[in-house]
């Protein structure tokens, strides 16, 4: 059997970010990432179809070290609209952040990253299109996030009072 990758036609290509996006919502980013990548072998620049990529490989952030943050930075740095390089990177940072919290990190090791999350949606915001305010819908469930964590207050009136941060 010949085990080669079959390419996608050029007019599939709408089709193939339809079935992508579908398979996103039934949370089954694998697949979403394999589609995604036979339209970017047919389409390099084929920005819904990095956005979607970028996205399905957030999907599979568990938290550990072996979560392929870096790449997913990558491709959204090669988006072509600065608003959506911004707002992705800060959903990029956001969902480790949330992965990291999942596994129990230390709250002072996630916030770090939170906080990047919303320097990124901060900067999405200033030149953000009119209507559009996904950045500050992200960034207030940062700071909700932030401000559910216990440990988080525990930890500031530590450093209040002298005390040397958490190992």
């Known amino acids: 059997m ?18 992508a996006e579908h398979y996103r919502y039934l949370n089954e980013p694998e697949e979403t990432e394999s589609i995604c990548r036979d339209i970017i072998a047919v389409e390099p620049q084929n920005q819904a179809a990095l956005r979607l990529l970028a996205m399905a490989i957030t999907d599979q952030f568990t938290g550990r070290e072996s979560d392929r943050y870096v790449e997913a930075l990558g491709i959204v ?10 707002y992705y990177a800060g959903i990029i940072f956001e969902r ?11 709250p002072h090791n996630v916030i770090v990253l939170f906080e990047e999350a919303m320097r990124h949606f901060a900067e999405a915001d200033k030149i953000r299109p009119p209507g559009n305010e996904n950045a500050s819908l992200r960034w207030n469930r940062c ?16 450093f209040e009072a002298g005390d040397s941060p958490p190992a």
């Open 143 to 158: 700071v909700r996030i932030i401000e559910s964590i216990p440990k988080l207050e525990h930890e500031a009136e530590m």
């Open 77 to 86: 740095e090669t988006l072509t609209d600065a608003h959506k390089r911004f």
């Open 96 to 106: 480790r952040a949330k992965a990291q919290l999942r596994i129990g990190r230390p």
């Open 2 to 19: 010949d085990l080669k990758l079959k390419t996608i036609s050029q007019s599939g290509i709408p089709e193939a970010i339809a079935r």
